[in-house]
């Protein structure tokens, strides 16, 4: 048979358990050979039963040990041969390279699969940095000064190899082919979160918790083992200090309207930067209207950087709070949260950390940070939209009040009192969006079998080939431009509105974001009402870079 198409679903089952099994390093033993089984342990992460109850509910909680050598290569969660069938087709190319990487599954890695690692993708290891780069190159260009006779350097990983992972990439808007560069407003989705998330509704959709039936354990299972794969990517203590929510703005509401109405009070400070979204303002604006407080600003620079000596100006025995971005969504600017966490204790203060910009870029260590809080939304990081994650360090999040009440996040009910659930659960009313979570932790799977370290680096070269490119256009005006800066370009060009630039890219099939980005007062910082924001990701290639110059060189030439 020529095509994957001729196999029925259980001929496509049987060639990926013998795959799988047959692996060199595989572990026979840890290949599940039927349904995943009702799990053992009784109730959820944070909840509290009450006397007599029974049924499954947890997850299948892996210890942190070392993993036997190879055991990595093997599928990741528990399948069943249909789930392994439904997942095949993504684990195939989708699209010819166009650089002569094999059309094979097996050699195309990460596009067949990243569980290979970083020496199999040709990965080389390297430190993050966001600083822009003196002399930007392609990736694989030599260096100035390397000998002509000197093998190219390699790149972080194969760009086209990645892009095969994504549908989307496929598609033609106005008949090209389409550039993505819309990445901070959200990010598309490899197949592999698609495919999870096919295969929760087609054999796992139940609701979680509290059910004797076996999808409710497979459901639950899924979810929670989200939750697990969250905490590690985070590198949070315990699960108990991971919530779902819908995403960065409710997890801001939900520490305003339940750490805040509990802790903040007349006189009191709450300080956010000038950098910052309208998700991390209009929550603090609210409460502090509500309470008497008063919402201070960190400055910003000519270049977009927070001035931190007026930071520890602002800082006071009031200081409650100190709510910042680690990425600029507007400018890119990379915030050093390390440090403004560190006085806000010194203070007294906690502190919250929007992440939203910054999961997709870089590492993230909750521990090293010490933030307080840190939130983050999935469909910035290649996962679904509709869900995201509240980090909370355990004693705090034990010590806030439900927001929200119904459902799920109760111990016991009667109409004299009610007994709430333990964190996490007690934040989760009602019937969560499970899911998208567990496609979240696919998303996260995705990313850290690709690696955040590779990321980072082809992400800051191909920012720093951008830049060096948009710069020199006449006309163009970059609007930030800090020393450390993720891959976000925004600028305006004389003789154009930010709508007029947009239109003319996407007739070419290239998508930005046009506007205030909600970000209104760091734009107004610099005498604007609305940029044209190009924002890049680790699929994007120079060649998509190199469209985007010539249409903006074209308008250029125009005027």
Known sequence: ?????????????????????????????????????????????????????????????????????????????????????????????????????????????????GRFGSSAAGVAPASPSFYFLESPRHPGQRALGEPSHAAPVKPAFDVNAVRRDFPILQERVNGRPLVWFDNAATTQKPQSVIDRISTFYEHENSNIHRAAHELAARATDAYEGARKTVQRFLGAASVDEIVFVRGTTEAINLVAKSWGAKHIGAGDEIIVSHLEHHANIVPWQQLATEKGAVLRVIPVDDRGQLKLDEYRKLLGSKTKLVAVTQVSNALGTVVPVQEIVALAHAAGAKALVDGAQSVSHMRVDVRAIDADFFVFSGHKLFGPTGIGVLYGKKEILEDMPPWQGGGNMIADVTF??????????????????????????????????????????????????????????????????????????????????????????????IAVRTGHHCAQPILRRFGLEATVRPSLAFYNTCEEVDRFIAVIRQLANKR
């Open 1 to 113: 048979m020529s095509t994957i198409d001729a196999f029925d679903p259980a001929a496509i089952a049987k060639l990926a358990g013998e795959l799988f099994a047959n692996w060199p390093g595989a572990v026979p033993s840890s290949v599940p050979s039927s349904v995943p089984s009702v799990p053992a342990n009784a109730h959820p992460a944070g909840f509290t039963p009450p006397p007599g109850s029974t049924g499954p509910a947890t997850p299948n909680v892996q210890p942190l040990t070392a993993a036997v050598p190879g055991s990595n290569l093997l599928p990741s969660s528990p399948q069943h041969p249909a789930a392994l069938a439904a997942q095949l087709p993504s684990s195939l190319p989708h699209a010819p390279a166009g650089n002569g990487v094999p059309d094979l599954g097996y050699t195309a890695a990460p596009a067949w699969d």
């Open 416 to 509: 004299e009192k009610t007994v709430y659930h333990g964190a996490p659960t007690r934040f989760e009313a009602g019937t969560g969006n499970i899911a998208d979570a567990v496609g979240l932790g696919a998303a996260i799977d995705y990313v850290q079998r690709l690696g955040l370290d590779a990321i980072a680096q082809y992400e800051h070269a191909l920012l720093g080939y951008a830049t060096h490119a948009l710069q020199p256009i006449p006309g163009v005006r970059l609007v930030g431009t800090a020393e450390d800066k993720a891959s976000v370009l925004s600028f305006v060009l004389d003789g154009y509105s930010t709508e007029q630039v947009g239109q003319a890219l996407n007739r070419e099939g």
